[in-house]
């Protein structure tokens, strides 16, 4: 009975090993796919008979994307938008989220469905009222202002993540600091947030990625390279007779770095928080 519980348990663990090799194969193929294919001649990529390992490697693709495209105007212009995205959501979400968690108002629930019901809406809905609205400020064709626009479909998910994890943190110690004498923003600055900081990183870093990889909202309220984003610039290459496969794969591949680098500096952070919020659930 033991041996067969213990053999039905290993091939259980392989089974379990095949599927997760199988799922990380499927996620990390078209990244080697599209490296493989920055590395590769022009000539060699698009071919009769199929090239899987480049045999004449050549980094051109990346220097002329660099030194030609003005690729990097549109890195920088994808930075400045998802961080001040990202900074106009923690200043304005955690507060928010806060609330939601620890006050009891009138109108909670519905105000807590309506975040919901923006969720809900085609984000291409959104792109005509934005426009007009943006336009009438004067924020159109301007980091901010797509910064402003991505905050409109993402400051909901952003409460809502971050509520869960203001929810575990434990009350009573909150308590006893107002009982110290210290006010309700201090406790939640000083108790609240630290207790919750891995969760709020991992919101973080969600709505960011969101952000970095928008494409709608920033190829319909951007017109001129000062504010277009890399996405957008990877579009734009794409010509009517002309389709650069060694450009958009590198192109591709330098998009993707500061998301591997951010990821690489915070996982820990970020898989703590997102299993605390597990828990709590």
Same mark, same amino acid.
């Given at each position: 009975m033991a041996f067969a519980r213990s053999?039905?348990?290993?091939?259980?663990?392989?089974?379990?090993?095949?599927?997760?090799?199988?799922?990380?194969?499927?996620?990390?193929?078209p990244i080697i796919w599209t490296f493989l294919t920055s590395i590769k001649l022009e000539e060699d990529i698009v071919t009769?008979?199929?090239?899987?390992?480049?045999?004449?490697?050549?980094?051109?693709?990346?220097?002329?994307?660099w030194n030609q495209s003005g690729y990097p105007v549109l890195v920088i212009n994808?930075?400045?938008t998802t961080s001040v995205t990202v900074l106009i959501c923690m200043l304005t979400g955690t507060i928010a989220a806060y609330s939601f968690s620890r006050f009891h108002f009138r109108g909670r629930t519905q105000l807590m469905l309506a975040y919901l019901i923006v969720r809900m809406f085609p984000a291409v809905l959104m792109i005509v009222p934005l426009f007009i609205v943006m336009r009438q400020v004067g924020l159109l064709d301007s980091s901010v202002g797509l910064a402003v626009a991505y905050t409109s479909f993402l400051l909901p998910l952003?409460?809502? /993540?971050?509520? #869960?994890?203001?929810?575990? *943190?434990? =009350?009573?110690?909150?308590?006893?600091?107002?009982?110290?004498?210290?006010?309700?923003?201090?406790?939640?600055?000083?108790?609240v947030i630290p207790i919750a900081r891995n969760g709020l990183l991992a919101t973080a870093v969600f709505v960011g990625i969101a952000a970095w990889n928008e494409y709608l909202f920033a190829l319909?309220?951007?017109t001129s390279q000062g504010s277009r984003t890399w996405?957008?610039?990877?579009?734009?290459?794409?010509?009517?007779?002309?389709?650069?496969?060694?450009?958009l794969a590198a192109g591709g591949i330098i998009s993707i770095l500061p998301v591997i680098v951010l990821f690489a500096l915070v996982?820990?952070? /970020?898989?703590? #928080?997102?299993?605390?919020? *597990?828990? =709590?659930?």
């Open positions: 053999r039905s348990k290993l091939v259980w663990d392989i089974g379990s090993y095949v599927v997760l090799i199988l799922l990380a194969f499927i996620c990390i193929a009769r008979n199929m090239i899987y390992i480049p045999t004449r490697i050549t980094f051109e693709h990346y220097v002329n994307l994808s930075m400045i952003f409460v809502w /993540m971050l509520k #869960g994890f203001f929810d575990a *943190a434990p =009350k009573e110690l909150e308590s006893a600091a107002r009982i110290d004498g210290t006010t309700r923003l201090g406790a939640m600055f000083r108790i319909m309220l951007t996405p957008v610039g990877l579009q734009l290459m794409v010509g009517e007779f002309q389709l650069p496969w060694g450009m996982q820990r952070a /970020m898989v703590a #928080g997102i299993t605390a919020g *597990a828990v =709590k659930g």
